[in-house]
C-alpha cells in the first residue's frame, strides 16, 4: 500500500501545493495529487491551480487567519515560481 508520502514523493508537485488542493476541493491528499498533476497538463489547468490558491488566501483573509494567509502565500510563491502563468495569448486584427 502506497502511503502519503509516496503518493507526494511520486508529484510534480511541493506538498504545500498538494496539501493546498486536497483543501480546495474538500478531498484526500492522494487524489490531490492526481488532480494537481492533470492540472498541470495545460495551460488552462495551470491557470486553475493559480486561482485555487489564490481563492484560498482570499477566504483566509475573510477569516481574519493571518497564519492561514501567511502560509498560503508561501504556497503561492512555489506555485508561481515552478508552475507560472502561462502567456496570454494575443489576437491579431
Given at each position: 500500500m502506497l502511503s502519503q508520502t509516496d503518493f507526494v514523493g511520486c508529484s510534480s508537485l511541493h506538498e504545500?501545493?498538494?496539501?493546498?488542493?486536497?483543501?480546495?476541493e474538500h478531498v484526500p491528499?492522494?487524489?490531490a495529487v492526481v488532480i494537481g498533476e492533470n492540472l498541470l497538463t495545460s495551460k488552462?489547468?495551470?491557470v486553475c491551480l493559480h486561482k485555487m490558491v489564490l481563492e484560498d488566501i482570499e477566504h483566509a483573509m475573510q477569516c481574519q487567519d493571518r497564519d492561514r494567509v501567511h502560509k498560503l502565500a508561501k504556497t503561492y510563491k512555489v506555485v508561481s515560481e515552478k508552475h507560472p502563468l502561462p502567456p496570454t495569448s494575443?489576437?491579431?486584427?
Open positions: 504545500c501545493v498538494i496539501e493546498a488542493i486536497a483543501e480546495h491528499m492522494p487524489v488552462e489547468g495551470i494575443q489576437r491579431r486584427h
